[in-house]
């Protein structure tokens, strides 16, 4: 372990004895900035791509069947054999489909699925970007996944992409609202936008000092925020049950149904990021993050990368055993719930919130 | 050339080409898509500035919502492009003369000395930890805590305007009230009719 500490600091000096100090910074901060991007980005679409054998492994055992097992051990190839398949696919452009922005489209879709990453703390040291904003960062690229999704329905020029975009620009929009008031109220409480503040404030409190830190965490005082965040997280990654901008027994697969091959794998590749991503967010902002749940010297050995990426698989576990659960809600009905039920939810909460900081008993000093 | 110029001629340039398309595209889905552009871009730049906070609530309300909405009525529309284009010479010189005005105004603005845009001084180099979120924070509820409430009240006014206008109750569209349609019961719509069987005449 103070092997992988010290490596940067050893990078560092090596890159001063060979460029001179302020060249050789720059450069071993350029180095650093690159290494790191190439880490998420791979360790990104490998998740993404395991994710996806996951959903159909978890919901084929959940409906009793195997799942996929026949390429590779387990089925464990399974994920390349799909890659390699899409990666040689022809990509077929609709004749009266508008070209440029028919391509344009997936781009618009994976770029801020992606750059969302850049903020995300993923141990007390290692974070990318470790900016004084970067929850509004945050909200900023989760806004703008809805363009790709808009792009590539009109561009399609075909009746049924045009319904689901339209569909999912609405949905999105409306449950846009929500998730932006549940994290105002996890701001309120931590007093940051800077996410690793927003983790470290979560392991402060009486629980945590007597050692039962997960008592501490944002989920309990803001249980109905957590809620609110993780459903409208499923709206908004357009995952099952509202699913209704891909319906595949009315409109076909929405936005996605004129694209083929990579095209197709690439909004396939933003949604399941942008899963990881809320199930991240949910971690961070409820759960502590990179905390151990109890504060004991038997789990001190454990890395705190364990715990995070522990909590965000189990979280992501509920995406898929969400989808296998429910049936596919009405139109009406999803917008209902987002503008009627969650939004006064949560504003109800933050005015409670709000109070119950400026009472005696305000536990967040 | 420091990097911070080169930066900003960069976010610039495509500001201004950004900005040119939107009103010389004959497709106005491909505007609206130019718009979203130059706000990006200006959003780039006022990064540049340390202003992070306009900067990245440019981008969340005007691309993430405002230039959504827009989009979507503008995709909606069936717009006939060559009846767009009948009348371009008889709406030029009033056009023409507006934005001519327009111009003038802003350059007599910048131009004045007295306006002192000549003769501003560059602004003091923050030092590191100097979060611009947090200074507007402090000065917008410290120092201008009643004209920011005011204009907050100003918008929820304006807001609930708005919702009352569009507000009527439609004859023709059927509510449903889903409070009511889960407390239903099997007794209040299931009737059980028991039937004695009929015997066949013979």
């Not at chain 1, 978890?58 to 051990?73: A, C, D, T, Y």
């Not at chain 1, 922005?101 to 141990?123: C, K, N």
């Not at chain 1, 109905?224 to 990654?237: C, D, K, N, Q």
Request: charged share 15%; net charge neutral.
């Amino acid at each position: 372990m103070d092997l992988i500490y010290s490596l940067p600091q050893l990078a560092l000096q090596l890159s001063k004895d060979f460029f001179g100090v302020d060249l050789g910074t720059y450069i071993y901060i350029l180095l650093k900035t690159l290494v790191l991007i190439g880490c998420i980005v791979g360790g990104l679409q490998g998740s993404v791509a395991y994710l996806t054998l996951w959903e159909r492994k978890l919901i084929g055992w959940m409906q009793i069947r195997m799942g996929p097992n026949r390429v590779g051990p387990l089925g464990l190839l399974q994920p390349i054999a799909d890659g390699v398949k899409l990666l040689l696919k022809e990509l077929i452009v609709p004749s009266g489909a508008n070209k440029g922005l028919f391509v344009l489209a997936p781009v618009l879709s994976v770029a801020p699925a992606f750059a969302a990453w850049a903020v995300i703390p993923f141990s007390p040291e290692v974070v990318l970007a470790d900016i004084n904003a970067g929850l509004l960062y945050l909200t900023a690229m989760t806004s703008l996944g809805v363009y790709g999704v808009i792009v590539a329905g009109w561009a399609s020029n075909s009746k049924y992409a045009f319904l689901g975009a339209m569909r999912s620009a609405a949905q999105i929009v409306a449950y846009e609202i929500a998730m932006g008031f549940a994290l105002v109220v996890v701001l309120m409480v931590s007093g940051s936008l800077n996410l690793s503040e927003i983790v470290n404030a979560q392991g402060r409190g009486q629980f945590a000092d007597i050692g039962l830190t997960f008592l501490s965490w944002n989920w309990l005082p803001l249980a109905p925020m957590v809620l609110v965040y993780f459903i409208s997280g499923i709206a908004e990654t357009n995952r099952a049950p509202f699913d209704v901008v891909e319906g595949e027994s009315e409109i076909v697969a929405g936005h996605m149904v004129e694209y083929s091959g990579m095209g197709f794998a690439m909004f396939m590749l933003a949604e399941y990021a942008s899963m990881w991503m809320i199930a991240m967010l949910t971690v961070l902002m409820f759960f502590g993050g990179w905390q151990a749940p109890v504060n004991w010297a038997v789990l001190a050995w454990v890395p705190s990368i364990v715990w995070l990426l522990g909590k965000v698989f189990c979280v992501v576990s509920m995406f898929l055993w969400i989808r296998a659960s429910f049936p596919r809600y009405r139109y009406d009905q999803i917008m209902r719930l987002g503008w009627k039920v969650f939004i006064p939810v949560t504003l109800v909460w933050l005015v409670f919130i709000g109070v119950w900081m400026q009472t005696p008993w305000n536990i967040w000093t | 050339m420091t990097i911070e110029a080169i930066i900003f001629y960069f976010f610039a340039t495509i500001l201004v080409a950004a900005a040119v398309c939107v009103v010389t595209v004959r497709n106005p889905v491909h505007a609206a898509l130019f718009l979203v552009l130059s706000f990006f871009t200006a959003s780039g730049i006022w990064m540049l500035l340390r202003a992070e906070f306009l900067a990245i609530a440019l981008v969340l309300v005007y691309v993430g919502a405002v230039m959504v909405l827009f989009l979507f009525v503008v995709m909606m529309l069936d717009i006939n492009l060559d009846r767009l284009r009948v009348g371009f010479w008889s709406y030029l010189p009033l056009g023409a003369t507006i934005g001519i005005l327009i111009a003038l105004e802003m350059g007599l603005v910048i131009m004045a000395p007295r306006s002192g845009f000549g003769t501003m001084p560059a602004p003091v180099e923050p030092g590191a930890g100097y979060s611009n979120t947090g200074e507007l924070g402090r000065v917008l509820y410290t120092d201008y805590l009643y004209p920011f409430e005011l204009a907050a009240v100003v918008l929820l006014v304006a807001m609930i305007a708005a919702i009352a206008l569009t507000l009527r109750k439609r004859k023709d569209t059927k509510y449903q009230k889903p409070s009511e349609q889960i407390k239903i019961n099997k007794r209040d719509r299931v009737r059980l009719v028991s039937m004695p069987v009929e015997k066949k005449e013979s």
